[in-house]
């Protein structure tokens, strides 16, 4: 075999960082021996894998090819390793999940996850929808648990389950004693948001179609905690998922509001990179999460 699994991770980690310097810190390496090995790389096979854009060394056509087949490459690896270490089966698994279900559902997977599968290192990265998505296609996690749509030819996209948003105000609020509200008080309300890339409110822009340009968003935060405290103080009404808010109904600190002229159904979805080997670990999980 011409080429090294080291080789391999230098390459994979210089596309990652764009730089050769934080790739070679990444792999506890030497600056000179990850250069060396990238370079060795090249000349065994009369190649280029990147382009040099300013500071940045950038994964030509060839390089950008070549990379998910090397991450598969080096996944079964480590699968390997392991069996033959007599380590379980399920190594680590990067995980990310928007914060709704980072929040409010994947601990609960993961504990259950982990406790059928003793050994198994998981981690879970919390971001809006769009951060995860960019990640996954980076081959920075295994697996994203999304709550908006996307779509990218690199992604599969699998519906995992449904989920309903809820409008909502502060117990104390003149609206809370309302039956229903109306597209005028959907107008004139001072709405406090999650923010844009989101899929909270890709869900509630959608809802709201038609009324957007109209509407009046005071605030907008990256953080569901944050958007309850602000409506329980009395700053505006909002739209989370009703998971988010179970609790704060439940001790009447805000009130639910009707609109059922508007649509605010929406799915949460799983996401992975078309061409990523799924290891014993990935598969355990979607399993775990379809029942």
Known sequence: MRYT???????????????????????AMS??????????????FDVLLFDRVGKRLQANELGR?????????LEQAKELEQQLAKHKDVGSLKLGATLTIGNYLAVGLIAEF????????????VANTASIAK?????????????????DPDLEVNHWRDDELVVFCAQNHPWASKKQ??????????????EQGSG???????????????????LELQHTEAIIRAVEAGMGISCLSSIA???????????????????????????????????EGINKWLKLCAR
């Open 5 to 27: 699994l080291r080789q391999l991770e230098v390459f994979l980690a210089t596309a990652h960082f764009q730089n050769v310097t934080r790739a070679a810190d990444s792999l």
């Open 31 to 44: 600056q000179s021996a990850a250069s060396g090995a990238l370079k060795d790389l090249e000349q065994q």
């Open 65 to 73: 090819l070549l990379r998910p087949k090397a991450e598969a490459l």
């Open 114 to 125: 982990m406790k059928e599968t003793p050994g198994a290192q998981v981690s879970l990265e």
């Open 135 to 151: 990640q996954v296609l980076n081959f920075e996690l295994d697996i994203g648990l999304i709550e908006g749509e996307i779509q």
């Open 181 to 194: 509200l109306s597209d005028e008080n959907l107008i004139n309300a001072e709405w406090i948001l999650r």
């Open 200 to 218: 909270t409110r890709q869900g509630f822009d959608r809802a709201m179609h038609g009324l957007i340009p109209h509407q009046n968003i005071t």
């Open 245 to 279: 808010v179970e609790d704060s109904f439940a001790r009447g600190s805000l009130v639910p509001l009707a609109i059922p002229h508007r649509d605010l159904s929406r799915a949460f979805y799983f996401i992975l990179r078309k061409d990523k080997y799924q290891s």
